[in-house]
């Protein structure tokens, strides 16, 4: 049986530990860029083949990332790409992209805000948790 459990919801940010039978396989990066495409997106498969019109329609990106220590096999990637597909409303304003990652060292941290951090980083986000108040940890991650 495949669980999820949040680890932390900002504003613009989510992350999810996903975890079968008792052990983690993997985290899932949910962020809100509040940007359309880059350059970059644009040469991503399918969006390459795209109108360059419809794609500059688009406002707003969500970046979903899959983040393990090891390649996942091709169940567990298509299981969890296809689940958090379904977390975006796709509009004709609003899309989402999904990669996976590989973090060797994934599971050697504490899970903190530094482990979050390290792990925005190792997906090439820009988003930084900023420190805050013990007291607030559990307000921010049960909203």
């Known amino acids: 049986m495949i669980t999820l459990h949040r680890k932390l919801k900002l504003r613009d940010l989510e992350i999810f530990q996903?975890?079968?039978n008792g052990t983690i396989i993997?985290?899932?990066v949910i962020e809100d860029t509040r940007n359309p495409f880059t350059e970059e997106d644009k040469k991503l498969d399918?969006?390459?083949y795209m109108d360059e019109e419809?794609?500059?329609a688009i406002l707003n990106i969500f970046r979903i990332s899959i983040v393990n220590d090891e390649k996942l096999n091709e169940e567990?990637?298509?299981f969890i790409t296809s689940f958090f597909s379904d977390f975006v409303n796709n509009t004709n304003l609003t899309n989402f992209i999904i990669k996976e990652y590989i973090q060797a060292d994934l599971y050697d941290y504490e899970v903190n805000i530094q482990f979050f951090?390290?792990?925005l980083k190792?997906?090439?986000?820009?988003?930084?948790?900023?420190?805050?108040?013990e007291r607030n940890w559990?307000?921010?991650s049960q909203d």
């Open 26 to 28: 993997s985290y899932v």
């Open 138 to 140: 559990i307000y921010l």
């Open 18 to 20: 996903v975890v079968r």
């Open 76 to 78: 567990d990637s298509d």
């Open 46 to 48: 399918p969006l390459c």
């Open 117 to 119: 951090n390290k792990i």
């Open 122 to 133: 190792n997906i090439g986000s820009n988003y930084i948790i900023e420190k805050f108040d």
């Open 54 to 56: 419809d794609i500059n």
